[in-house]
């Protein structure tokens, strides 16, 4: 069965950087894309990036509006993906998700997903 | 970026009333587009993709249409766990968007 386990609730100052991790089991890591997606509270979905794991093929692509502080890795040794956003604000505060790409290759359908990770920043 | 407008924000209906939902897009995404649905406190769930496959377990009275710019989530018959937000999402442009969402709520 496939599971995309994230790590726990963080706290942050603001221009802290956190980083996020989404452990991968049950399947092939390396054949399925990871998307990351947030959701400020009470809000809606907003696509953040998404990471090849195949440590063989072209790497990451992210949305302009977080180009510049996101950055997304692979450790293929532990099938793990991390997310990390940097120079936090306010408006960061949020659930992050990390979603598996629905078919081998490149997918930009999300399914399944993890458990999410609240990330707070506050002063 | 390509826009998608979800109507209406809320849909009161009762168990067993049929559910249309709407999402329209600001330009042309062809077929790729999928519906979403989102229980309080749990990450969302795929339910359609390519605007009209279910996407695995997804039980048969969710259903998805459309092309273009104009797409339907139809539920034929809603049981009381389909009482939840729901999301469209459209892959056809990067950045990949989604709509700001359809509450199903019970009436």
């Known amino acids: 069965q496939v599971h995309l386990v994230q790590s726990g609730a963080e706290v942050k100052k603001p221009g802290a950087s956190v980083r996020v991790s989404c452990k991968a089991s049950?399947?092939?890591?390396?054949?399925?894309?990871i998307h990351w997606v947030r959701q400020a509270p009470g809000q809606g979905l907003e696509w953040m990036g998404v990471?090849?794991?195949?440590?063989?093929?072209?790497?990451?692509t992210y949305s302009q509006k977080m180009q510049g502080r996101v950055t997304l890795t692979r450790d293929t040794s532990t099938s793990t993906v991390y997310m990390e956003l940097s120079s936090l604000r306010s408006e960061d505060t949020a659930v992050y998700y990390c979603?598996?790409?629905?078919?081998?290759?490149?997918?930009?359908?999300?399914?399944?997903w993890g458990q999410g990770t609240l990330v707070t920043v506050s002063s | 970026e390509i826009v998608l407008t979800q109507s209406p924000a809320t849909l009161s209906l009762s168990p067993g009333d049929r559910a249309t939902l709407s999402c329209r897009a600001s330009?042309?995404?062809?077929?790729?587009l999928a519906w979403y649905q989102q229980k309080p406190g749990q990450a969302p769930r795929l339910l359609i993709y390519?605007?009209?496959y279910r996407a695995t377990g997804i039980p048969a009275r969710f259903s998805g249409s459309g092309s273009g710019t104009d797409f339907t989530l139809t539920i034929s018959s809603l049981e009381p766990e389909d009482f939840a937000v729901y999301y469209c999402q459209q892959r056809s442009n990067w950045p990949l968007t989604f709509g700001g969402g359809t509450k199903v709520a019970i009436k």
């Open positions: 390519d605007a009209s």
């Open positions: 979603a598996r790409g629905r078919t081998t290759g490149e997918s930009n359908w999300f399914d399944p």
């Open positions: 330009q042309s995404v062809r077929g790729y």
């Open positions: 990471i090849n794991p195949n440590p063989s093929a072209a790497g990451t």
């Open positions: 049950g399947y092939t890591f390396t054949s399925y894309y």
